[in-house]
C-alpha cells in the first residue's frame, strides 16, 4: 500500500521539526487475520465439543448433575470470551497499526487501547532482515516481516525483534527501498 496523506498525520505528534516521512505502510490485514481465525478454529475444536458433551450427556439423576451441567457451561462461555476478546484485538491492533520510515528514524505505531510509538533512529540499524514465513507463503498473499535491529536493540532471529514492519506487502520491495535509503543516509552523514 502506498503513503497517503492520512497516514502520514498518524506520526505528526511524534516528529521532530525538520523530520519528513518518506514512506507509511500498514500490514495486510488478510494476513493478521490468519493467525486469529487459526486460534478461533484450534480453540473451537476442543472447547465446542467437549462443553456441548458435557452438557448433553450429563445425568439428571446424578448427584453431579451441576458439576458437568456448570463445567459444560463453563466450557462454552471460555470459548466465547476469548473468541470475543481474540476478535476484537485483532481489529484494534489491525485499526491502529502502521510503520513510516522518514529521513531520521524508522517508527512504528501500535496499541490496543491507546497508541503507542517506538522509533529507532536509522544511524542505528545495524541489521535488517526479511522472513516470508510458511504461512506467509500458503496464503499467497505476497507478505512478510521486515525486522531491524541494531546494538541497542538487537535481533535474536531472524524475525525477533522489537522493531519488526509486520505483515507488509511485498516485503522484498519493501526492504529493497528501506535498506537502499538507510545505506544512502548513512553514506551522506559520513560525506558531511
Known amino acids: 500500500m ?53 452438557i448433553i450427556f450429563h445425568t439428571p439423576s ?19 470470551v476469548i473468541c470475543l ?13 502502521v510503520y513510516a520510515w522518514t529521513n531520521k528514524r524508522v517508527l512504528i505505531r ?14 542505528m540499524v545495524g541489521a535488517l532482515s526479511v522472513n516470508v514465513s510458511f504461512v506467509d507463503k500458503i496464503l499467497h498473499k505476497n507478505t512478510g516481516t521486515i525486522a531491524f535491529g541494531s546494538m541497542a536493540s538487537p535481533m535474536t532471529t531472524q524475525t525477533v ?11 522484498y520491495r519493501v526492504y529493497k527501498d528501506v535498506k537502499a535509503y538507510i545505506d544512502q543516509q548513512k553514506s551522506n552523514a559520513t560525506t558531511k
Open 62 to 80: 446424578s448427584p453431579d448433575v451441576e458439576d458437568t451441567l456448570g463445567v459444560g457451561i463453563g466450557a462454552l462461555v471460555f470459548w466465547s
Open 2 to 54: 502506498e503513503t497517503n496523506l492520512k497516514d502520514q498525520d498518524l506520526f505528526q505528534v511524534v516528529l521532530d521539526d525538520d523530520e519528513k516521512i518518506v514512506r507509511v505502510l500498514r500490514p495486510h490485514k488478510g494476513r493478521a487475520w490468519f493467525g486469529t481465525i487459526v486460534l478461533l478454529i484450534l480453540l473451537s475444536v476442543v472447547m465446542l465439543p467437549f462443553g456441548i458433551c458435557m
Open 110 to 123: 501500535t496499541g490496543y487501547i491507546g497508541v503507542d510509538y517506538k522509533s529507532l533512529d536509522l544511524n
Open 161 to 171: 525483534s522489537k522493531f519488526n514492519f509486520a505483515f507488509v506487502y511485498d516485503p
Open 85 to 97: 476478546l481474540s476478535i476484537i484485538a485483532t481489529i484494534l491492533w489491525c485499526g491502529k497499526t
